[in-house]
Structure formats: structure tokens, C-alpha cells
């Protein structure tokens, strides 16, 4: 089986040499990887250029700002055109197993109920247990950490991208583990507990600038919470459909890779727009009161 793994790099050098040797030595060979660097400023680019050069399976992409977690992700989606199954990676996630990847895809293999496969990387992650269709032992969960998520070709071609609206930092994965259940899939954890490990989110290795962007970007008008529960109405009032497009297209230019506003998401953001600014949330973040039924009469989205 075929898979690509795509990881998105933004300084934090220090956690990057760690993911990387870890990744290439953990894991055998037959899969191929790109990593998108989000315009580190930290010798972050210099690192991963030699590290492209002695690895041949590695392609390296290097952008000129931040354009967040999911336009980098979605850019090493690019590349796995002829995979069949794709995996976002933090570059904050250490691989001590050299099994984990093949324990993933066996999983999504064995059992076409699954939509998407990862790793319980937080001890507060929570799920049920769930026995897969061979018989092998798994965690039943309701969303899929973004951190180390493998997900099938079939899957990617009916629930399409990250969602780019969130921002730097954002709901996408929590999105899309969303959008999978919607659409019928269940996810899972494999059981091993120490096969990856999420050494960003170690208490000693939380970078204060780092959790205020995530923050920032969370409690944004337009990319955070209630523009996620949003989605999630719209999703479920048929008004846009579950497979998500591009909200900003990669362009080839003399400076680089630059990116514009996709014109199909043009629409869509006119209405988030007018809907964040109109519509009231309760403190529980409840907006089933939303009356949607104009917007599906007008079908301007689907």
C-alpha cells in the first residue's frame, strides 16, 4: 500500500530534528513524504533543505509566510496523487515504533467502516472500545487528533481538504473527524500507547508565543469556535456540501509559491461574514435556532 506523509514545519527547530530523524529511522522504506515549512525564521529552512538533499523521498516545499496548518497540509495532499492513503503529521510528534504506520493503514485496510486512524496522544483523549472487523482491538473515538491522522484515498475523495477557513491555527482536524462521522465513517485509535509520542504538548515544551497564536486565531471573529459550529449547521442544513474545497490556490511564481483567494469560496465567505456578525450564541455555543432555510432556497453554495 502506498501512503504519503505530510508534515508542516513553523520554527520550533529544536522539536522539527527530533519528528524528522525519528520519522526517517522508525519508518520502512515505500512511502514519500513532503514537508511544507510555513516561512520559518529560525534556520528552520536551511535544516530541512540538507536533510532533502541526503533524502531522496523527501520534497521539500518552502513558503515565504505563514499560511496556517491546513493550507500547508492540503499542499502536501498535492503530492499524494498516486498514494492510497495520506497522514498528517505535527512536526512536534516524535515516531518510536516501526510499526506504526503499517499498524494504521492494516487498520483502515481491515475494516472499511474506518474513515480516519491515529495514535491517543493526550491522556484526556477519551473513546470506547471497538473491535475491528479482523478482530483486532481499537479505541472508538469521536475525533481524530490532527497531530497523527491517516486517512484513505476513498475518504479524501468524498470529504475532499482541511478546512482552510480557520485560520492559522484552528478546527480543521476537529472538522474533519466531524465531517468523516457525517458522512458515515467511524474513527479510531490504534491501542498502543507508546508508538508515537506528542512531545509539543509536554508541559515543558509549550512555547508561550506559540499557544497565544493558537489562541488568537480560536477567538477570531471568522475562524474561530462559533465560526466552526457555523460550518457545522451549514454542513447539516445541506447549504454547502461535506466535501470541502480550497479556500486559497497555490500559484507558481518568480518569488516563489504565492497563494489567491479561490473565487468558488467567495459565496461562502459573503455568508459566514453576514452570519457571524447576525447570529448569537449561547453560552453552551448552541445556534440550532439558526433558520437556514433561506440560504438552502437560494442554493448559492451547492
Not at 522504506?29 to 510555513?38: E, F, I, R
Not at 505535527?90 to 492494516?106: A, C, G, K, M, Y
Not at 433561506?294 to 448559492?300: D, L, P
Request: hydrophobic share 35%; glycine share 8%; with cysteine.
Amino acid at each position: 500500500m502506498r501512503v504519503h506523509i505530510g508534515i508542516v514545519t513553523w520554527n520550533r527547530l529544536n522539536l522539527t530534528r527530533q519528528c524528522l530523524p525519528s520519522l526517517l529511522a522508525h519508518t520502512p522504506p515505500g512511502y514519500t513524504l513532503t514537508v511544507v515549512d510555513n516561512g520559518s525564521t529560525d534556520g528552520t529552512p536551511r535544516y530541512l533543505t540538507e536533510l532533502a538533499e541526503a533524502h531522496p523521498h523527501l520534497r521539500l516545499r518552502l513558503l515565504n509566510r505563514n499560511m496556517g496548518v491546513a493550507v500547508a497540509s492540503n499542499l502536501a495532499w498535492d503530492d499524494a496523487s498516486s498514494a492510497d492513503y495520506f497522514v498528517k503529521l505535527d512536526n512536534d510528534v516524535e515516531i518510536r515504533d516501526p510499526h506504526w504506520l503499517e499498524r494504521l493503514t492494516h487498520m483502515l485496510s481491515a475494516d472499511e467502516r474506518l474513515g480516519m486512524a491515529g495514535y491517543r496522544l493526550c491522556p484526556w483523549h477519551e473513546g470506547t472500545p471497538l473491535q475491528l472487523a479482523d478482530n483486532t482491538p481499537a479505541l472508538s473515538v469521536m475525533c481524530c487528533n490532527g497531530a497523527c491522522a491517516c486517512i484513505p484515498r476513498a475518504v479524501h475523495e468524498k470529504l475532499g481538504f482541511w478546512n482552510e477557513g480557520y485560520g492559522r491555527y484552528g478546527h480543521e482536524d476537529l472538522e474533519y473527524s466531524w465531517r468523516a462521522r457525517q458522512a458515515g465513517y467511524l474513527l479510531a485509535y490504534a491501542l498502543e500507547e507508546d508508538a508515537v509520542r506528542h512531545r509539543g504538548a509536554e508541559p515543558e515544551r509549550r512555547e508561550p508565543d506559540l499557544e497565544r497564536g493558537k489562541l488568537s486565531s480560536r477567538t477570531a471573529v471568522l475562524s474561530g469556535t462559533r465560526t466552526y459550529l457555523m460550518y457545522l449547521l451549514l454542513f447539516e442544513g445541506g447549504v454547502i456540501p461535506l466535501k470541502v474545497g480550497r479556500k486559497y490556490l497555490p500559484v507558481d511564481g518568480p518569488d516563489g509559491l504565492r497563494f489567491s483567494l479561490n473565487p468558488e469560496h467567495k459565496a461562502l465567505q459573503r455568508l459566514l461574514t453576514r452570519l457571524v456578525q447576525t447570529v448569537e450564541t449561547s453560552q453552551d455555543g448552541d445556534l440550532s435556532g439558526l433558520d437556514l432555510s433561506a440560504w438552502q432556497k437560494k442554493g448559492i453554495l451547492s
